[in-house]
Every structure is written in structure tokens, then in C-alpha cells.
T-cell receptor, first 114, second 114 residues
Framework: DGGITQSPKYLFRKEGQNVTLSCEQN?????MYWYRQDPGQGLRLIYY???????QKGDIAEGYSVSREKKESFPLTVTSAQKNPTAFYLC?????????????FGPGTRLTVL | AQKVTQAQTEISVVEKEDVTLDCVYE???????LFWYKQPPSGELVFLIR??????QNEISGRYSWNFQKSTSSFNFTITASQVVDSAVYFC???????????FGTGTSLTVIP
């Protein structure tokens, strides 16, 4: 089945540690996105990539980093510089990075910093 | 300023009641796209509908219907004869023709009581 997978579903980390969240899609989509969701808030864009080896910062990129070495993969690293990393992280993809195409979402990763 | 406003934070209805979720947007673009997503307790956002700014025709899909009114910058979502499975958080989103970013509202949490 085509779709987006995110792993792990739950992740715990100690303060000061970097952690990498995985996102893989087999939809052959060009564009991929990372969002952060906090309780009572909408989705906020962290980073997005419209094509392999290229990515742009979203609204809240500070403390995060990404890579796009393969079309199907867009991992997100939450660094120790991120002040409040506990949140629900959602990865999405779309056919192309334009305004028309709907985004398809993965199941999310819930990160808790202890 | 918020580009997408969902003023209803939480709504509770009894099963079989109709319910309308409000969405008000703000943009200066003449070309834009509006979306509705459903987020069940599992966390994954599910795409429901896309509407472009040039098509004000209302749409019906089973028990779901959408009312798009450019005059009031609204794109409201109605569920007829609600069911327990409709319980979820619903997000409205805007994508502007001049950009490639989605702007999400803060979501409306709908609880359908059996």
C-alpha cells in the first residue's frame, strides 16, 4: 500500500540529546514537509522540501535540521538547541510543492523530553 | 495575523444531530485553495476536500457538505446526522496561489455523544 510511514510512534529523550525522526513515503511525491503540533494549536511548519537535495525553513525552523538525500526520505533532527521539543510531529508529502496539491500525512511521532 | 480562523475550539453534539464547523480565512491572493482535514484520535490527518477560489459551488459528499462563500471569506463544513465515528479534530487550511505553504487553523474538536 502507498503511504507515509513515521517512526517511532513514541520517542523519549533526555534534555541535551539530539534525536532524529524518520519519515518515508512511497507515493513518488516530490514535496515533503515537517509540522509540529502542540495542544490546542494548529500545525506549524518546520521545514519543507520541494525536490531532492533542496529544502527551506518554515515558520519555526530554529533548533531543527533536515536532509533530503533521497526522494522518499525526509528525516528531521531535533537538536538540543530546541527549547521546547516536546510535541507531536507530523510528516506530510504532496505530488508537487505548489499550492494546489493536497498534502498527505503520516501517523506522527510523539516526542517527549524527560 | 491568523490567515485561518476556526473560532470553535470544542463542540459536543448528540448522535444524529447536524453540526457545522466554521472556518474563516484571510488572503489577498485571487487564486487560493481551501482544504479540510480530519484528525481522529490516532493522530494522522485525513484529507477531506479541496476547493479553489474560482469555484464557489457547494459540495456534498454523503453526510458531509461544504459551503464556500467568498463574500464572507468562509468555508464552513457541515456534518449531517452525526455519528460517533465523526468524533475528531477538524482542521481548515489555506494555500495561496503565490506560495507553496499551507496555513492551518487551530482546529475544532468535535465530540459526538452516543
Amino acid at each position: 500500500d502507498g503511504g507515509i510511514t513515521q517512526s517511532p510512534k513514541y520517542l523519549f529523550r533526555k534534555e541535551g540529546q539530539n534525536v532524529t525522526l524518520s519519515c518515508e513515503q512511497n507515493l513518488n511525491h516530490d514535496a515533503m514537509y515537517w509540522y509540529r503540533q502542540d495542544p490546542g494549536q494548529g500545525l506549524r511548519l518546520i521545514y519543507y522540501s520541494q525536490i531532492v537535495n533542496d529544502f527551506q525553513k518554515g515558520d519555526i525552523a530554529e533548533g531543527y535540521s533536515v536532509s533530503r538525500e533521497k526522494k522518499e526520505s525526509f528525516p528531521l533532527t531535533v537538536t538540543s538547541a530546541q527549547k521546547n521539543p516536546t510535541a507531536f510531529y507530523l510528516c506530510a508529502s504532496s505530488l508537487a510543492g505548489d499550492s494546489y496539491n493536497e498534502q498527505f500525512f503520516g501517523p506522527g511521532t510523539r516526542l517527549t523530553v524527560l | 495575523a491568523q490567515k485561518v480562523t476556526q473560532a470553535q475550539t470544542e463542540i459536543s453534539v448528540v448522535e444524529k444531530e447536524d453540526v457545522t464547523l466554521d472556518c474563516v480565512y484571510e488572503t489577498r491572493d485571487t487564486t487560493y485553495y481551501l482544504f479540510w482535514y480530519k484528525q481522529p484520535p490516532s493522530g494522522e490527518l485525513v484529507f477531506l476536500i479541496r476547493r479553489n477560489s474560482f469555484d464557489e459551488q457547494n459540495e456534498i459528499s454523503g453526510r458531509y457538505s461544504w459551503n464556500f462563500q467568498k463574500s464572507t471569506s468562509s468555508f464552513n463544513f457541515t456534518i449531517t446526522a452525526s455519528q460517533v465515528v465523526d468524533s475528531a479534530v477538524y482542521f481548515c487550511a489555506l494555500s495561496e496561489g503565490t506560495g507553496n505553504q499551507f496555513y492551518f487553523g487551530t482546529g475544532t474538536s468535535l465530540t459526538v455523544i452516543p
